[in-house]
């Protein structure tokens, strides 16, 4: 027998404490829940109205790809953050996963990588799947082979296959010959996997996305910030990209968020003055200044971003970190100081280190969320949610799967 217990977060808050204290007690009553029965799904309802969707038990994502957060509507990227929310409390709990039991990942890498590459790992191996890494040393993907017969080959042997490399082009053909999911782990022009974690960490902090107010700061046009960009609009949230001329978004990407920001009620600008800009910010973001391939270009970038470097009288130039209502974000890595080949003479480009490691840095509650907005973008693709003829068990775990867990927990409570 399963036990799901769906708990109305809005009733906790009304009981005094707030959504923090209302998480923490969700968290106890699993822990306390999971040792009275072997198997207990706790899954929380946030109840909140504004946010302006309420999800679906019955949506289903199997065999999908995410090249572009554009593929998602706004449900689905939505419904992944809490999907995302549900497998981070259950990790927390201490649940063993087998959704993806006997699955395999290719990862496919053209670019070097710290999170990706271990979020990924880690949250195939959290629910029981294993990842194969393939660098683009060590495969002939684009010298002897084309994308489109290594899709073709690797769709074969592996259940899903996640890309990060240079080319949008590359993760589009990966995908249109491929069998299985493919997933963009970044390009030149989207990262959505950093946007995905992004908008959990920013949920996790203030209890809610729709009318908040982000501000990127930076180089506007890179693809940390037009997919930033692209998941604020989708959530409602207003977003500002502060960055000089040459370095603001193009204009196609601009009229397309705002476009889909129209329809949930908030608004997308592009402000080139810092203090206007940041003014009433609840999360001030940045981003290096040369991205990878760009180091050549770093010179010129020192001398358009300088005056766009968060520091602390930018922080305080929000009007809300007194309020205890600003946090800032990095999608890492960040030259914060002088502990780097890069920054050691001349320290610290995007960020100084005082914001960097202040209290409401929230940069490496990002980094982790990684982890967790990844296994549930497979979760979703890989083993889908249950419609038609397979029950859902709490929010977009298959019944089946489920099943599965409880049958294993319940064995390994009665060896001990």
Same mark, same amino acid.
């Given at each position: ?25 969700? &968290?106890?009553? %699993?822990?306390? =829940?999971?040792?009275? /029965?072997?198997? !207990?799904? #706790? ?5 909140? *109205? ?116 240079? &080319?949008?082009? %590359?993760?589009? =053909?990966?995908?249109? /010959?491929?069998? !299985?999911? #493919? ?5 030149? *022009? ?227």
């Amino acid at each position: 027998m399963r036990i799901a217990v769906v708990v109305m977060l809005t009733e906790l808050m009304d009981e005094g404490g707030g959504r923090s204290n209302a998480n923490a007690l969700v &968290q106890r009553l %699993t822990k306390v =829940l999971v040792m009275l /029965h072997p198997f !207990v799904i #706790v899954s929380m309802d946030s109840g909140i *109205e504004e946010e302006g969707w309420r999800m679906k038990r019955s949506m289903n994502m199997k065999g999908r790809s995410l090249l572009k957060l554009q593929d998602l509507s706004d449900g689905e990227m939505l419904y992944l953050l809490d999907l995302a929310a549900e497998l981070k409390r259950k990790k927390r709990a201490g649940i063993k996963g087998v959704v993806l039991e006997r699955k395999n990942i290719a990862m496919i890498f053209e670019k070097m990588s710290t999170r990706t590459r271990c979020a990924v790992a880690v949250a195939a191996a959290d629910e029981g799947a294993r990842t194969e890494y393939l660098s683009s040393q060590e495969i002939h993907l684009g010298k002897k082979e084309s994308a489109a017969d290594t899709a073709r080959v690797l769709s074969r042997m592996f259940d899903g296959i996640l890309f990060r490399g240079y &080319q949008q082009e %590359t993760v589009e =053909l990966l995908s249109k /010959h491929s069998g !299985v999911p #493919v997933w963009n782990g970044l390009t030149d *022009e989207f990262h959505p996997t950093q946007a995905l974690a992004d908008l959990m960490t920013i949920r996790e902090c203030f209890g809610r996305l729709k009318g908040l107010k982000v501000v990127y700061v930076g180089d506007g046009r890179n693809n940390v910030a037009t997919s930033l960009m692209d998941g604020c609009a989708k959530a409602g949230v207003d977003f500002v990209c502060c960055a000089p001329p040459e370095l603001s978004p193009m204009s196609g990407k601009i009229a397309r968020a705002r476009e889909n920001a129209g329809t949930n009620g908030s608004m997308v600008n592009v402000i080139h003055d810092p203090a206007q800009a940041v003014t009433g910010a609840n999360v001030i973001y940045t981003d290096v200044w040369a991205s990878m391939g760009e180091e050549s270009k770093l010179q010129e970038r020192i001398r358009l971003l300088k005056a766009y470097q968060v520091n602390m009288d930018m922080i305080q130039r929000t009007g809300n970190m007194e309020k205890g209502k600003v946090i800032f974000l990095h999608c890492l890595p960040a030259f914060h100081d002088h502990h780097t080949d890069l920054t050691r003479d001349i320290g610290a480009l995007e960020v100084t280190n005082d914001v960097f490691e202040a209290p409401f840095s929230k940069v490496f509650e990002g980094a982790e969320n990684r982890v967790h907005t990844i296994k549930a973008l497979m979760v979703a693709t890989l083993v889908g949610t249950g419609t038609g003829n397979r029950k859902s068990t709490g929010r977009g775990l298959p019944s089946e799967a489920l099943a599965k867990e409880g049958q294993q927990s319940k064995a390994r409570t009665k060896k001990r």
